[in-house]
């Protein structure tokens, strides 16, 4: 009797080890088209974890027509709507609070389209319902003014584009502060994205310092708050494990900081809806004043040996990074217009 009233508590002791040391660690491992997914494993670029069947595998995503169940099974700009009983995936839901609209399916799910345009009561807002540099304050369901940098807020989405909601010297109340904006030795809080990215900065306990890549992948971690902010993230050594090492997965340095800050910029002068359902959509205000932009940034600030090959926007202009690329792209263009030829 005492012996098992021992053994359960071992067991409860154990149970409750193994939650309090659940790792944060971020679990990677990509696969390739067609091989078993479902574990967190993650899909190649322009593929999906189809769990329709019973062994769930990666699947291309899905063109414009295609019968799905949730948007992250469409093509990147496409969304998966819902008309009448049918739902498929369909270059809609792209258009914010104010734009014309024919189709209530151009607008985003929480607007209807109203006279030619996409509406919704502006007193009972949620976060697609603003109009451009307007937030949706929770508590009293208004779309409220984007805060200007140096203005106290609780969270990211109610500052201005381009400012992040962070803590301030001298101040109990965070405040908005503009993307990369830190100097070294400001306080700031990890994977805040205010450290001067352009003078090599990262967020390292709790201070913006100068960040030191050689050091990636050597620093072991539980979750990404031991390593350098903005720019590393805590990988598991072995997948599904419970330790990681910091390791490197954003770029730090100038290019980055511009090219981001440019993306920001101009969607604060595009008068576009950030927040919008379907914002990849070649169709979106944002996509047409700032694809440019959004390409620049998203070729620039992230490392693709930890993104699993991802899919460049339908709309991005051909990468013109290597001559040998460039060559190779020119000799296979010729290649094709020979074979067409004969
Ligand atoms: C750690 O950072 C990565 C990359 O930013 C993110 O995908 C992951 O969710 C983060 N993990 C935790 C536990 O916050
Ligand atoms: C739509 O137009 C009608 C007629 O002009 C007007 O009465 C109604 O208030 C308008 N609705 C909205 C939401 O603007
Ligand atoms: C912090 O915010 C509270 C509530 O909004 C306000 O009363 C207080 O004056 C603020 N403190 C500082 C130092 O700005």
């Keep these: 009797m005492k012996k098992s009233l021992f053994i359960s508590f071992i067991l409860i002791y154990i149970a409750l080890f193994i939650r309090v040391s659940k790792s944060d660690c971020t679990s990677y491992k990509c696969i390739q088209a067609g091989d078993q997914c479902g574990n967190g494993e993650t899909c190649p670029g322009g593929h999906f974890c189809n769990t329709w069947f019973d062994i769930p595998v990666c699947v291309a995503l899905l063109p414009a027509g295609e019968t799905c169940t949730r948007d992250q099974e469409c093509q990147r700009g496409l969304s998966c709507i819902i008309d009448s009983a049918d739902r498929y995936c369909s270059n809609s839901e792209y258009k914010g609070y104010g734009e014309k609209c024919v189709d209530p399916m151009d607008c985003s799910r929480s607007l209807d389209c109203i006279n030619g345009t996409c509406y919704r009561d502006q007193t009972d807002c949620v976060s697609t319902s603003c109009p451009a540099g307007k937030f949706c304050n929770s508590a ?202 004969i």
């Design 140 to 341: 009293t369901k208004m779309c409220n003014v984007l805060l200007k940098t140096g203005k106290d807020c609780d969270f990211d989405y109610q500052c201005e584009y381009g400012s992040i909601c962070a803590i301030t010297p001298n101040s109990a109340n965070k405040t908005c502060v503009a993307m990369y904006s830190k100097l070294e030795g400001q306080p700031c809080i990890n994977g805040e994205n205010t450290c001067d990215i352009g003078q090599s900065l990262g967020c390292v306990d709790g201070f913006c310092k100068k960040y030191n890549p050689d050091t990636a992948g050597t620093k072991a971690c539980s979750s990404n708050s031991t390593c350098p902010g903005e720019a590393e993230t805590c990988i598991c050594n072995k997948f599904g494990g419970i330790d990681g090492k910091c390791q490197q997965t954003n770029v730090v340095g100038p290019e980055c900081k511009t090219a981001t800050l440019a993306y920001f910029d101009c969607i604060k002068d595009s008068g576009c809806p950030l927040i919008v359902d379907n914002p990849d959509s070649p169709s979106s205000c944002q996509s047409k004043e700032c694809g440019k932009q959004k390409c620049n940034y998203e070729d620039l600030c992230f490392i693709s040996d930890y993104q699993c090959n991802p899919v460049r926007l339908g709309y991005c202009p051909e990468k013109s990074t290597s001559s040998s690329l460039s060559i190779a792209f020119l000799l296979h263009t010729l290649l094709i217009s020979f074979l067409l030829f």
